[in-house]
């Protein structure tokens, strides 16, 4: 079982600095259905996740489980690149409409999205349902 951790506020430099995220609440009713992550190859096609939120600050602080029932179904590198309004998915770029899609589905607004990215990114968005990002 692999393990994601979420923070329960968002952290000090974003502009929703302190504010509860609600990724569980957002995660177990389906309104977040990814996440976006630093390019890894840790994450396979398959894998059983175990969802948890970090009690207190990230990185120093016990784990709370909230959910072991998800599996990875998709995979997608993703290169973000507001500066251009760009987003790559899959090597395919495309235009500012699609970031409203791709934040929705993380659980952020555009405000926030943007936020948490800043001007440039590459990573991988781990889903646990389908997105559909390949055939747009």
């Known amino acids: 079982m692999k393990v994601l951790t979420f923070s329960k506020v ?34 396979k096609i398959g894998d059983q996740i ?9 990185y120093h602080s016990k784990q709370e489980i909230f959910c072991e029932d998800f599996e990875v179904v998709e995979l997608a590198p993703i290169s973000i690149n507001f ?12 235009d500012l409409s699609l970031f409203h899609e791709v934040a929705k589905n993380d ?22 349902e389908n997105t559909c990002y390949d055939s747009l």
Do not use: C
Not at 50 to 58: D, E, L, N, V
Not at 83 to 94: H, M, N, P, Q, S
Not at 107 to 124: A, D, H, I, Y
């Open 50 to 58: 175990s969802m948890r939120y970090w009690t207190g600050k990230p």
């Open 10 to 43: 968002f952290p000090k430099k974003h502009i929703n600095a302190g504010e509860p995220t609600n990724f569980k609440e957002k995660i177990l009713s389906g309104e977040k259905i990814h996440t976006i992550r630093p390019e890894t190859n840790k994450w």
């Open 83 to 94: 500066e251009k309004d760009l987003v790559t998915i899959y090597e395919f770029a495309y």
């Open 107 to 128: 659980g952020l607004n555009m405000q926030q999205f943007t936020s948490w990215f800043k001007n440039e990114f590459k990573g991988v968005i781990i889903a646990w």
